[in-house]
């Protein structure tokens, strides 16, 4: 049976993990390899490393950061930031990333998704959606959050889904950094309307937490940040609680 | 020992290279067929669409040259669905080393089915000399549309709707619909296995 999937998300910033701290096994926490593989020895599914470098250097940085994952991480991991065009993704991917994720760039310009699958296949298409709940409804932001739009994120991921995206990243700004759990509404109606796997984000502060999403909204795979780098929760007692409640999660 | 890893239209390569370092091991790409012909390993990897890679191949004369080749050689992904007899994808003609259909994922009525495949599944029935040391029911990365029938050359079997063929085999061809360069310490296994033989 195909797994339900357990997702650190490490911001980078020129180079260097954003949020890494207190962590006894690694020398050096804003280390991304170092907390990429610590991740991935103590049973991350996949990784996501998110850039959020802005200069102009970022692009050599970051496709020399990704063969530097590649080379030590043993699990999939996906990439995104910035990213706008085939070409860098065909930079990426030729580093040794397994999927990039679009998101500003391709709701401007929804070709991007046609032109990325058609090159390189769905399978490493990530769409990421930021989305926030108002006025009745879900809408898509862009920007990292900054700019409304007036398009609902089911209708912009359905449509993305149409030109090619293998996946769905979907984050709720509502439930974003609250601790309170995943949004399990719009989640479960991505999930259980489109035939490609929902990575939720956003929200997660407990187990339960995870347990909620993946049975009530049927996620296929959930992502969090700071609960594992600050270990909150730590992901092998994650998995046994799961695992424990019935779920299908690799050991 | 020199282990090479065919070149042609097809994504992963890079992984594929990671992965036999993280073994110790120094892998050389190249479509040459004097310097695949020579090698002690061969390892033909993919991740792609079949009719185009046939194509490349065919172009290249590297199809009779994989069919023809005496060495162990391990296909990963689209490379394993390649060295079976036809592919649904783009109704496609493949090397025939295996004589296995290769079809598309389809959806219940009552359920709807998430296709490509992506993520962590089980393999089972594990029979083969690669998977020394492999537990049954260890969990390998998948990432498919397309999956190998059942057929007497399974040598390990996945559930996703219906049971597949995670692995096949037959005399020195052999096969993974997985990639064990992303399936952590037992796709590493995996891999020493082979270059083991």
């Given at each position: 049976?195909?797994?339900?999937?357990?997702?650190?998300?490490?911001?980078?910033?020129?180079?260097?993990?954003?949020?890494?701290?207190?962590?006894?096994?690694?020398?050096?926490?804003?280390?991304?390899?170092e907390?990429?593989?610590?991740?991935?020895?103590?049973?991350?599914?996949?990784?996501?490393?998110?850039?959020?470098?802005?200069?102009?250097?970022?692009?050599?940085?970051?496709?020399?950061?990704?063969?530097?994952?590649?080379?030590?991480?043993?699990i999939?991991?996906?990439?995104?930031?910035?990213?706008?065009?085939v070409?860098?993704?065909n930079?990426?991917?030729?580093?040794?990333?397994?999927?990039?994720?679009?998101?500003?760039?391709?709701?401007k310009?929804?070709e991007?998704?046609?032109?990325?699958?058609?090159?390189f296949?769905?399978?490493?298409?990530?769409?990421?959606?930021d989305?926030?709940?108002?006025?009745?409804?879900?809408?898509?932001?862009?920007?990292?959050?900054?700019?409304?739009?007036?398009?609902?994120?089911?209708?912009?991921?359905?449509?993305?889904?149409?030109?090619?995206?293998?996946?769905?990243?979907?984050?709720?700004?509502?439930?974003?950094?609250?601790?309170?759990?995943?949004?399990?509404?719009?989640?479960?109606?991505?999930?259980?309307?489109?035939?490609?796997?929902?990575?939720?984000?956003?929200?997660?502060?407990?187990?339960?937490?995870?347990?909620?999403?993946?049975?009530?909204a049927?996620?296929?795979?959930?992502?969090?940040?700071?609960?594992?780098?600050?270990?909150e929760?730590?992901?092998?007692?994650?998995?046994?609680?799961?695992?424990q409640?019935?779920?299908?999660?690799?050991? | 020992?020199?282990t090479?890893?065919?070149?042609?239209?097809?994504?992963?390569?890079?992984?594929?290279?990671?992965a036999?370092?993280?073994?110790?091991?120094?892998?050389?790409?190249?479509?040459?067929?004097?310097?695949?012909?020579?090698?002690?390993?061969?390892?033909?990897?993919?991740?792609g669409?079949?009719?185009?890679?046939?194509?490349?191949?065919?172009?290249r004369?590297?199809?009779?040259?994989?069919?023809?080749?005496?060495?162990?050689?391990l296909?990963?992904?689209?490379?394993?669905?390649?060295?079976?007899?036809?592919?649904?994808?783009?109704?496609?003609?493949?090397?025939?080393?295996?004589?296995?259909?290769?079809?598309?994922f389809?959806?219940?009525?009552?359920?709807?089915?998430?296709?490509?495949?992506?993520g962590?599944?089980n393999?089972?029935?594990?029979?083969?000399?690669?998977?020394?040391?492999?537990?049954?029911?260890?969990?390998?990365?998948?990432?498919?549309?397309?999956?190998?029938?059942?057929?007497?050359?399974?040598?390990?079997?996945?559930?996703?709707?219906?049971?597949?063929?995670?692995?096949?085999?037959?005399?020195?061809?052999?096969?993974?619909?997985?990639?064990?360069?992303?399936?952590?310490g037992?796709g590493?296994?995996?891999?020493?296995?082979?270059?083991k033989?």
């Amino acid at each position: 049976m195909l797994t339900k999937r357990i997702i650190p998300c490490l911001d980078i910033k020129d180079g260097r993990t954003v949020k890494g701290v207190n962590f006894e096994n690694i020398r050096d926490a804003g280390d991304p390899i170092e907390l990429g593989a610590l991740y991935a020895a103590q049973g991350a599914d996949e990784l996501v490393f998110l850039d959020i470098t802005a200069t102009n250097e970022r692009r050599k940085t970051l496709s020399e950061l990704v063969t530097r994952i590649a080379k030590h991480v043993n699990i999939p991991f996906t990439v995104g930031g910035g990213i706008s065009s085939v070409e860098d993704v065909n930079v990426l991917l030729q580093s040794g990333a397994d999927k990039i994720s679009v998101n500003t760039s391709a709701f401007k310009r929804p070709e991007l998704v046609d032109e990325l699958a058609r090159e390189f296949g769905s399978q490493c298409v990530v769409l990421a959606i930021d989305t926030r709940f108002e006025d009745g409804d879900w809408y898509v932001y862009l920007n990292g959050g900054r700019v409304k739009t007036e398009v609902k994120a089911y209708d912009w991921a359905k449509e993305a889904v149409g030109r090619g995206a293998g996946e769905i990243l979907l984050t709720s700004m509502n439930n974003d950094g609250t601790k309170q759990g995943f949004a399990l509404d719009i989640t479960g109606k991505l999930s259980q309307n489109l035939n490609v796997p929902v990575i939720a984000s956003g929200g997660a502060g407990t187990m339960d937490h995870f347990m909620d999403v993946f049975e009530t909204a049927q996620a296929d795979a959930a992502l969090a940040a700071s609960i594992f780098h600050y270990k909150e929760i730590e992901i092998p007692a994650l998995k046994t609680y799961l695992y424990q409640r019935g779920l299908n999660i690799r050991f | 020992m020199k282990t090479v890893i065919i070149k042609y239209n097809a994504g992963n390569i890079r992984s594929v290279l990671f992965a036999l370092d993280r073994l110790g091991v120094e892998g050389v790409v190249t479509d040459n067929p004097e310097e695949i012909k020579a090698a002690d390993k061969v390892i033909f990897p993919g991740v792609g669409e079949a009719s185009s890679a046939m194509r490349y191949l065919q172009e290249r004369k590297l199809d009779q040259l994989i069919t023809g080749l005496k060495q162990p050689v391990l296909g990963i992904c689209l490379g394993m669905q390649l060295m079976c007899k036809h592919s649904e994808e783009n109704d496609t003609n493949c090397l025939g080393i295996f004589d296995v259909e290769v079809k598309r994922f389809q959806s219940p009525v009552d359920n709807l089915l998430k296709i490509p495949q992506i993520g962590w599944n089980n393999i089972t029935g594990l029979y083969c000399t690669m998977f020394e040391h492999v537990p049954e029911n260890s969990y390998m990365y998948f990432v498919h549309s397309y999956y190998a029938a059942l057929s007497p050359y399974t040598v390990a079997t996945t559930n996703y709707v219906i049971n597949y063929s995670a692995a096949l085999q037959k005399d020195n061809f052999y096969a993974v619909q997985f990639h064990p360069e992303k399936s952590a310490g037992e796709g590493q296994k995996i891999l020493e296995n082979f270059l083991k033989l």
